[in-house]
């Protein structure tokens, strides 16, 4: 008669048949084992010895040291990598995963519910708790970053990258590259409530931060924020952390980084793995699923390149300036103390008030302390004082006339700060004369009149409206225009028809 190993079950059985008062023949012969074994579990022999290779386990497990797998495993490295290390050729990962549970089940896991999404329908995204670290090799200055993941909800496929920090730009630009790398947009995003996406939290109504709403708009996704203290919400990011992290601190866990882009090819190099490797219940990858799917049914990415805008609220102060980046940036006089919204792209500033447009500026990066203006924003006094400059009123002289650029020219070599008023009035008196006569026979009295100043070295304001005074009068008197005469005509439609009515009259021969 064959014999079967007196396991626990076994034990168990026979003690309750000898409760039972069952002859110990009969009993062994049942349960296939000798009498002798019965009598010892009868007086109580063998039951140490049962009870004390249960706890143990099967032999695989004496081979292996779980103090070492528990310290691996209380340092965040995922179970299958520590099985890979320690006990693939041993026993497969269900039943390495069931004994650890056995000896330490304090550290058992939780119920787990799936959660079904459709294709295309949600990307949840987060940070990772944990910051990395790179080394600048020449100052030896350790810098940290932090990492941004991204998850798909239908095929789970996973996207990370580290950013030197998670501002509200950081934040967006992650955003686009995670879309461009998954190759479209889902119809919803799930961020957690971190300030950079929600300005307030609210379990109903958040209030989104303006330059994430402003990105969703483009992109044509809806940001729906899990609730604070709920991480349930985003589950799958908060798996997708762990996954991502895991791998990577144990892949690189003996490796030195210096730079962020080597920090940015590890964390390709671990999502890529993951996403390409067989799920082990389901036998197909996430990229399998990704591309069998959800590909097709993410929505398209907008067109060219995608300008990040970073929103702020400023007030104008009382000479008509906003600041932002130690930068002075003009509005209109019209709304000083008000509170306006600057719009803060990459190369230029915009203001708006009440989604009114009330300026545009370019962006300056030199942090100086610069001031650019628009002189249509300023009072007709504080206009004229800024544009009240050498290189303005020269500007000016070029446009009027070739000869008065040249003379201001001259002047500004000779004194520039004690000619600079003198200039001024030269420019005004030489507008009004071309307002009056018209641009050709205006610049040839200008012409005539520089060159007697010239001639009798009397460079004065005054001087020079006497001369076009005089050349204008010439002119007209050439044209033959007379003084005008005034002749009485009467109106027949006043009540008075006899009384005659002023009208006037220009005799011009030349008509």
Same mark, same amino acid.
């Given at each position: 008669?064959?014999?079967?190993?007196?396991?626990?079950?076994?034990?168990?059985?026979?003690?309750?048949?000898?409760?039972?008062?069952?002859?110990?023949?009969?009993?062994?012969?049942?349960?296939?084992?000798?009498?002798?074994?019965?009598?010892?579990?009868?007086?109580?022999?063998?039951?140490?010895?049962?009870?004390?290779?249960? $706890?143990? /386990? =099967?032999?695989?497990?004496?081979?292996?040291?779980? &103090?070492?797998?528990?310290?691996?495993?209380?340092?965040?490295?995922?179970?299958?990598?520590?099985?890979?290390?320690?006990?693939?050729?041993?026993? +497969?990962?269900?039943?390495?995963?069931?004994?650890?549970?056995?000896?330490?089940?304090?550290?058992?896991?939780?119920?787990?519910?799936?959660?079904?999404?459709?294709?295309?329908?949600?990307?949840?995204?987060?940070?990772? /708790?944990?910051?990395?670290?790179?080394?600048?090799?020449?100052?030896?200055?350790?810098?940290?970053?932090?990492?941004?993941?991204?998850?798909?909800?239908?095929? &789970?496929?996973?996207?990370?990258?580290?950013?030197?920090?998670?501002?509200?730009?950081?934040?967006?630009?992650?955003?686009?590259?995670?879309?461009?790398?998954?190759?479209?947009?889902?119809?919803?995003?799930?961020?957690?409530?971190?300030?950079? /996406?929600?300005?307030?939290?609210?379990?109903?109504? =958040?209030?989104?931060?303006?330059?994430? !709403?402003?990105?969703?708009?483009?992109?044509?996704?809806?940001?729906?924020?899990?609730?604070?203290?709920?991480?349930?919400?985003?589950?799958?990011?908060? +798996?997708?952390?762990?996954?991502?992290?895991?791998?990577?601190?144990?892949?690189?866990?003996?490796?030195?980084?210096?730079?962020?882009?080597?920090?940015?090819?590890?964390?390709?190099?671990?999502?890529?793995?993951?996403?390409?490797?067989?799920?082990?219940?389901?036998?197909?990858?996430?990229?399998?699923?990704?591309?069998?799917?959800?590909?097709?049914?993410?929505?398209?990415?907008?067109?060219?390149?995608?300008?990040?805008?970073?929103?702020?609220?400023? $007030?104008?102060?009382?000479?008509?300036?906003?600041?932002?980046?130690?930068?002075?940036?003009?509005?209109?006089? &019209?709304?000083?103390?008000?509170?306006?919204?600057?719009?803060?792209?990459?190369?230029?500033?915009?203001?708006?008030?009440? $989604?009114?447009?009330?300026?545009?500026?370019?962006? $300056?990066?030199?942090?100086?302390?610069?001031?650019?203006?628009?002189?249509?924003?300023?009072?007709?006094?504080?206009?004229?004082?800024?544009?009240?400059? =050498?290189?303005?009123?020269?500007?000016?002289?070029?446009?009027?006339?070739?000869?008065?650029?040249?003379?201001?020219?001259?002047?500004?070599?000779?004194?520039?700060? +004690?000619?600079?008023?003198?200039?001024? /009035?030269?420019?005004?008196?030489?507008?009004?004369?071309?307002?009056?006569?018209?641009?050709?026979?205006?610049?040839?009295?200008?012409?005539?009149?520089?060159?007697?100043?010239?001639?009798?070295?009397?460079?004065?304001?005054?001087?020079?409206?006497?001369?076009?005074?005089?050349?204008?009068?010439?002119?007209?008197?050439? !044209?033959?225009?007379?003084?005008?005469?005034?002749?009485?005509?009467?109106?027949?439609?006043?009540?008075?028809?006899?009384?005659?009515?002023?009208?006037?009259?220009?005799?011009?021969?030349?008509?």
């Amino acid at each position: 008669m064959s014999r079967k190993e007196l396991t626990m079950d076994r034990f168990g059985e026979i003690k309750r048949q000898l409760d039972l008062k069952i002859p110990i023949i009969k009993i062994a012969e049942s349960q296939k084992c000798g009498e002798r074994t019965v009598r010892k579990i009868r007086d109580g022999v063998i039951a140490d010895a049962i009870a004390g290779r249960a $706890s143990r /386990g =099967p032999l695989w497990t004496e081979q292996v040291d779980w &103090q070492v797998i528990l310290q691996d495993a209380l340092d965040g490295h995922a179970f299958s990598l520590i099985w890979s290390e320690k006990a693939v050729n041993k026993v +497969g990962y269900k039943a390495f995963l069931d004994q650890f549970h056995k000896k330490f089940p304090q550290y058992k896991k939780a119920l787990v519910i799936h959660r079904f999404f459709e294709p295309g329908e949600r990307c949840e995204v987060d940070y990772a /708790g944990d910051k990395l670290e790179w080394i600048d090799i020449e100052t030896g200055e350790v810098f940290e970053v932090v990492v941004f993941i991204g998850i798909l909800g239908f095929s &789970q496929k996973i996207y990370a990258e580290a950013t030197s920090d998670q501002k509200g730009d950081n934040f967006v630009r992650s955003h686009v590259r995670m879309f461009k790398f998954f190759g479209g947009v889902t119809r919803i995003t799930v961020p957690d409530c971190l300030k950079q /996406g929600v300005t307030r939290c609210h379990r109903y109504d =958040p209030e989104i931060n303006r330059s994430y !709403r402003a990105f969703a708009k483009d992109f044509g996704t809806v940001i729906v924020p899990a609730r604070p203290r709920k991480p349930k919400d985003k589950a799958l990011v908060e +798996g997708a952390v762990k996954i991502i992290m895991r791998l990577f601190r144990w892949k690189f866990r003996r490796h030195t980084f210096t730079s962020l882009k080597e920090i940015n090819d590890g964390l390709a190099i671990c999502y890529h793995q993951v996403n390409n490797r067989p799920h082990t219940r389901f036998k197909i990858s996430r990229e399998m699923s990704f591309l069998g799917k959800e590909s097709a049914a993410l929505l398209p990415m907008p067109s060219g390149d995608y300008e990040v805008a970073e929103f702020k609220t400023v $007030s104008i102060y009382d000479d008509c300036y906003v600041r932002f980046d130690r930068t002075h940036y003009s509005a209109p006089h &019209q709304y000083r103390g008000c509170k306006v919204e600057l719009k803060i792209a990459e190369k230029t500033i915009e203001i708006y008030l009440d $989604s009114e447009r009330l300026a545009l500026h370019r962006r $300056s990066r030199r942090a100086v302390g610069e001031f650019i203006t628009d002189p249509s924003h300023l009072p007709d006094n504080a206009r004229a004082y800024h544009e009240a400059t =050498p290189q303005n009123v020269l500007s000016q002289a070029r446009f009027l006339s070739a000869d008065l650029a040249l003379l201001v020219d001259e002047m500004f070599k000779e004194n520039m700060c +004690g000619h600079l008023r003198r200039a001024q /009035g030269l420019v005004r008196v030489s507008r009004a004369e071309i307002e009056k006569l018209g641009a050709e026979q205006a610049r040839l009295n200008l012409t005539k009149a520089i060159a007697e100043m010239r001639r009798f070295n009397k460079i004065r304001v005054p001087y020079l409206e006497d001369l076009l005074a005089r050349y204008r009068t010439e002119h007209l008197q050439k !044209r033959g225009v007379d003084k005008m005469k005034i002749s009485r005509r009467p109106n027949p439609n006043l009540r008075h028809t006899q009384s005659p009515q002023l009208e006037l009259v220009v005799n011009n021969p030349n008509q």
